[in-house]
C-alpha cells in the first residue's frame, strides 16, 4: 500500500514538475540566486524606463494645447506639434518598448493579456496624436500618452518589487549554507568549498558557523539553533549520533559531523525546490484568475471596439468616440487582476517555509480552511513522543525484572519506535549489556519477535495477548497514561514494561483554536483504551479510537469522509502514509531531514500542534487575500470600464484616459500591498 502510495506522490511530483515548466532535478543554490537578479535587472530597467518617461513628460504636459486651455495659459513655440511628436516618439518607443514587446509574446502564445491591452491603448493614442501634427483633423493625445505610459511603468515597478520581496525569503534560505567546509583528514583539517564536499567526509563545525551539510554528530556536543529552518526559536541541544542540518548555526560547542547529503540532497535545497515548486504550481484559484484575466482581455477588446463604434454611431467626432475607445482599454488591462493571485502565492509560500510549514500541494493548503475534522496520531504530535519506563514487573520467579528489561532490549535496539527508544534509554541509564538477537521480526502492528541466548523472546500489545487469549495480570495497569508492553518468552508471560508518554504543553492551546474554529478534533492511536481515554480527557477531545493498526487509519478517514466531513489527517508520515494520501489534507509531521519521501500535502518541520493551528489560520488568510484580491480587481474594472465608455455622458461625467490610467495603477498598487499584508498573519505566533 505504501509503495503504491509513493508511487502515485512521485507520479504527482512529476507531473507537478512538468506543470510548473522546468525541471528542478539538478537544483542548486545558485538557480534561485539567477532568478533572483535577473529580476532586480528588470526593476532596474523598468526604474530607469520611468525616470526618462518622467523627465519627457513634463514638457509634453507644458507645451499640450489641451493642458494649456485648461489652465488657462498660452506657450506655444515654433513648430510645438513637432516638438511634441518628437518628445511623444521617444516616450512610446523607450518608455513603451517592454509593454510592446510583451504584446508581441503575448500574441505569439495566442493568450493575449495585460500587455496586449495595453500595447493597443498606447499605438492607438501615439499613431493617431502623429496623424494629426501631419494633417488629420483632430486634437492630439500626445500627453495622455505620456502620462498613460509613465504610471504604466511605475505600477509594473512597485509590482514587481512586490514580487521580490516574496522571492527574498527564499534567497534567505538559499544564502543560509556556508561557503566552505571544514573537512577533517587524519590529524589535519583543509578548507574544501561546499561543491567538493562528498557523502561520508567528516568535517569540523566550529562555534557561531553554519553547519555546512545534513549529517550526524561523531564527536562533540553543541546548542544548534534552527530557527531559520524549522521556526523552533530555541536552540536545540544535539550530542553524538544526532543529526543535524545544513544551514543551522552552531552554538557554544565543536562538533565533528559525517556528512550524510549534500548539495541538492540536503533538506535545506529540498526546502527551496519545494518551496520554488509550489509557487510555480497553479492552485484551482489561480487558474480561476488566469481565466479571468483572459476573459477580461476578450472584453475589453469588444467593449472598446463597440465604444467607438457606437460614439461614431451616434455622430460624435472621431477624435472624441477615439479618445472614449483607449481610455477603455486602458482601464481594463487586468493588471491588478494579474498579480491579485500570484502575489499572494508566492508570498505565503515562503513566509511558510520560514515558520516551518513547507507547502507541498497549494490547493490543499487554500482547501484548508474547509477543515471540519482534524484526525491526530497521537504519538509524537499531541504528545512528546518522548516515552520514559515507569514501571518494570515481572510475573514469573524465573526472571527478574533486571532480565525482562535485558531481554527485550535486544529486540529494541534497532528500531526507532518511541517506545523502544524509551527501553533502550533505561538499559543504558542501568548500564546493562544488550545482548544479539536472531532471526527477529516484525509482528504487524502487534510488536516483535527474536531469539535470544536461545529463548524464542517477544515484546508485544495488550493487543496480541488477547487475539493469542493469554491472560492480561490485573495490575498491569496502574495509571491510565501509561503505554504498557508484554514480554513473552518461549511462549509463556513473563511480565511487563511499563512507560508514559508526556502530552505537550502546547497540545492544550492548538486544540481551544481548533475548537473555536469549529473543527473536530479526533485522535486515532495503537495504544490501548485506557491510555487513549486518558490522553482524550486531559486535552478535552472529540473522540479517539484506540489500538488502531496502520491499515485502518485509511478506512477511520473514509469513514469520516463519507459523513461528509472534510478531514485534515496528521502523522509521521512513515506507517501514516496511506492515510495521509487519503485524507483531503494530509499533514505530516516532524519529518525532519526526510522532508522529500511523503505523502502529505503540507509538512510540518517542527511536531508542535500549534502549528496546525497556524497553519489553518494562516490557510484561511491566504484565502481571504486571494478573495479580497479578485473582488478588488475585478470590482474595479465593472465600475470603471463603463464610465470610460461613457455611460454617464448625459449627466456631463466622462472618465478621461490619464484619470483611468491612474485608477489602474491605483488598483494595481492596493493589490501588492494587501498581498503584503499576510506577512503579519503569521508573525503573530
Known amino acids: 500500500m505504501e509503495n503504491h502510495e509513493q508511487h502515485k506522490h512521485n507520479e504527482m ?42 523627465v519627457l513628460t513634463i514638457p509634453i504636459l507644458f507645451f499640450s494645447p489641451m493642458i494649456q486651455d485648461f489652465f488657462g495659459y498660452e506657450f506655444l513655440l515654433p513648430g510645438n506639434p513637432y516638438v511634441l511628436f518628437a518628445f511623444s516618439t521617444i516616450v512610446y518607443f523607450y518608455g513603451g518598448w517592454p509593454f510592446l514587446k510583451g504584446f508581441v509574446s503575448e500574441v505569439k502564445n495566442g493568450a493575449p493579456g495585460m500587455m496586449t491591452l495595453i500595447s493597443m491603448a498606447i499605438s492607438v493614442a501615439y499613431f493617431y496624436s502623429s496623424a494629426t501634427v501631419f494633417g488629420l483633423e483632430g486634437v492630439d493625445f500626445f500627453w495622455e500618452l505620456a502620462t498613460l505610459i509613465a504610471i504604466m511603468l511605475v505600477g509594473h515597478w512597485i509590482e514587481m518589487k512586490s514580487v521580490l520581496g516574496a522571492s527574498k525569503a527564499l534567497q534567505l534560505l538559499v544564502s543560509m549554507m556556508p561557503a566552505e567546509a571544514h573537512r577533517v583528514k587524519g590529524d589535519t583539517i583543509e578548507d574544501i568549498s561546499l561543491e567538493d564536499l562528498l557523502k561520508d567526509d567528516v568535517i569540523l563545525v566550529k562555534p557561531g558557523e553554519k553547519v555546512p551539510a545534513d549529517g550526524i554528530i561523531i564527536e562533540g556536543t553543541s546548542y544548534l539553533n534552527e530557527s531559520m529552518l524549522t521556526g523552533e526559536s530555541k536552540p536545540v541541544k544535539k550530542d ?16 565533528k559531523v559525517k556528512v550524510e547529503h549534500t548539495g541538492k540532497d540536503s533538506y535545506l535545497n529540498k526546502v527551496i525546490t519545494m518551496v520554488e515548486e509550489a509557487q510555480k504550481t497553479k492552485s484551482k484559484m ?26 461614431l454611431i451616434l ?24 498579480l491579485a493571485i500570484p502575489l499572494v502565492v508566492a508570498i505565503s509560500t515562503s513566509v511558510s517555509a520560514q515558520n516551518g510549514l513547507l507547502i507541498r500541494n497549494r ?13 491526530f496520531d497521537k504519538t509524537g504530535t499531541l504528545t512528546k513522543g518522548d516515552f520514559g519506563v515507569t514501571r518494570i514487573e515481572s510475573v514469573t520467579e524465573a526472571y527478574s525484572t533486571e532480565e525482562i528489561l535485558r531481554l527485550s532490549s535486544a529486540l529494541e535496539q534497532s528500531s526507532e519506535h518511541p517506545i523502544a527508544v524509551g527501553i533502550i534509554k533505561r538499559v543504558k541509564e542501568d548500564n546493562i549489556t544488550i545482548p544479539k538477537p536472531e532471526n527477529f521480526n516484525a509482528i504487524t502492528g502487534k510488536g516483535v519477535e527474536a531469539n535470544v541466548e536461545g529463548k524464542q523472546v517477544k515484546v508485544v500489545s495488550p493487543g496480541y495477548l488477547r487475539d493469542e487469549k493469554i491472560t492480561i495480570p490485573e495490575d498491569a495497569y496502574s495509571d491510565a497514561a501509561e503505554t504498557v508492553v508484554f514480554i513473552l518468552i518461549d511462549g509463556q508471560l513473563a511480565g511487563y514494561i511499563a512507560l508514559a508518554d508526556e502530552i505537550r504543553p502546547e497540545s492544550a492551546e492548538a486544540i481551544k483554536i481548533f475548537k473555536k474554529n469549529n473543527i473536530k478534533v479526533l485522535m486515532a492511536t495503537g495504544d490501548n483504551e485506557q491510555t487513549a481515554k486518558a490522553v482524550s480527557d486531559k486535552l478535552g477531545l472529540d473522540g479517539y479510537y484506540a489500538e488502531v493498526l496502520p491499515h485502518q487509519k485509511v478506512e477511520i478517514v473514509e469513514k469520516l469522509q463519507n459523513k461528509g466531513e472534510f478531514v485534515a489527517m496528521t502523522g509521521d508520515g512513515v506507517n501514516d502514509a496511506p492515510a495521509l494520501a487519503k485524507a483531503n489534507v494530509g499533514i505530516a509531521v516532524g519529518s525532519g531531514t526526510d522532508v522529500a519521501a511523503e505523502t502529505a500535502d503540507i509538512i510540518l518541520v517542527n511536531s508542535n500542534p500549534q502549528d496546525i493551528a497556524n497553519l489553518i489560520l494562516f490557510g484561511k488568510a491566504t484565502y481571504n487575500k486571494m478573495i479580497q484580491n479578485l473582488i478588488w480587481a475585478t470590482g474595479y474594472n465593472v465600475i470603471a470600464i463603463p464610465l470610460a465608455a461613457g455611460v454617464l455622458y448625459s449627466s456631463g461625467f466622462v472618465l478621461g484616459p490619464a484619470v483611468g490610467a491612474v485608477l489602474m495603477s491605483l488598483s494595481t498598487i492596493i493589490v501588492a500591498i494587501n498581498a503584503q499584508l499576510l506577512k503579519r498573519k503569521i508573525g503573530k505566533k
Not at 482581455?297 to 471596439?305: K, M, S
Not at 472614449?324 to 482601464?331: L, N, Q
Open 13 to 54: 511530483d512529476h507531473s507537478k514538475m512538468k506543470k510548473g515548466g522546468g525541471d528542478h532535478s539538478g537544483h542548486n543554490p545558485g538557480h534561485g540566486k539567477m532568478g533572483h537578479d535577473h529580476h532586480k535587472m528588470m526593476i532596474a530597467d523598468f526604474r530607469k524606463r520611468f525616470w526618462v518617461t518622467l
Open 240 to 255: 553524538e549520533k544526532d543529526k543535524v542540518i545544513g544551514g543551522s548555526v552552531n552554538g557554544n560547542g565543536s562538533i
Open 286 to 311: 489561480q487558474n480561476l484568475s488566469d481565466r479571468a484575466a483572459k476573459w477580461l482581455t476578450y472584453i475589453a477588446l469588444a467593449i472598446g471596439f463597440g465604444t467607438l463604434a457606437v460614439w
Open 315 to 338: 455622430g460624435f467626432p472621431f477624435v472624441y468616440a477615439l479618445e472614449r475607445m483607449v481610455t477603455v482599454m486602458v482601464i481594463a488591462c487586468p493588471h491588478a487582476l494579474g
Open 363 to 375: 490547493t490543499a493548503f487554500e482547501e484548508s480552511r474547509k477543515i471540519s475534522v482534524l484526525l
